[in-house]
């Protein structure tokens, strides 16, 4: 099994930051992805940001220039720097977290409430 927790999120005005963290522990075998999503109320969960084991990264469209991914893989944690933060940024953001080699597994976090005020 493996444990996902986020950590960073809370309230913030327009135009500010936050920095949220995901930290993975537990029986890894490989970590192929760590990824954020955010899901809103009444909306479908999105994903946000990605990235692989060997660094690449992906972006949804509404955070490109804004967001940035990284991932420490020593202490298999993940984190996501949000700049020029916007309402629309309010969510509740997830972790998800693909751990394996011959075959893998998703694990996600309980979640971290982003609130953006106008």
């Known amino acids: 099994q493996v444990q996902v927790v986020e950590s960073g999120g809370g309230l913030v005005q327009a135009g500010g930051s936050l920095r949220l963290s995901c930290a993975a522990s537990?029986?890894?075998?490989?970590?192929?992805?760590m990824g954020w999503y955010r899901q809103a109320p009444g909306k479908q969960r999105e994903l946000v940001a990605g990235?692989?084991?060997?660094?690449?990264?992906n972006y949804a469209d509404s955070v490109k220039g804004r967001f940035t991914i990284s991932r420490d893989n020593a202490k298999n944690t993940a984190y996501l720097q949000m700049n020029s933060l916007k309402p629309e940024d309010t969510a509740v953001y997830y972790c998800?977290?693909?751990?394996?080699?011959?075959?893998?597994?998703?694990?996600w976090g309980q979640g971290t409430q982003v609130t953006v005020s106008s």
């Open positions: 537990g029986t890894i075998l490989r970590i192929n992805f």
């Open positions: 990235i692989s084991s060997g660094g690449s990264t």
């Open positions: 998800k977290v693909v751990n394996g080699m011959a075959w893998t597994r998703d694990y």
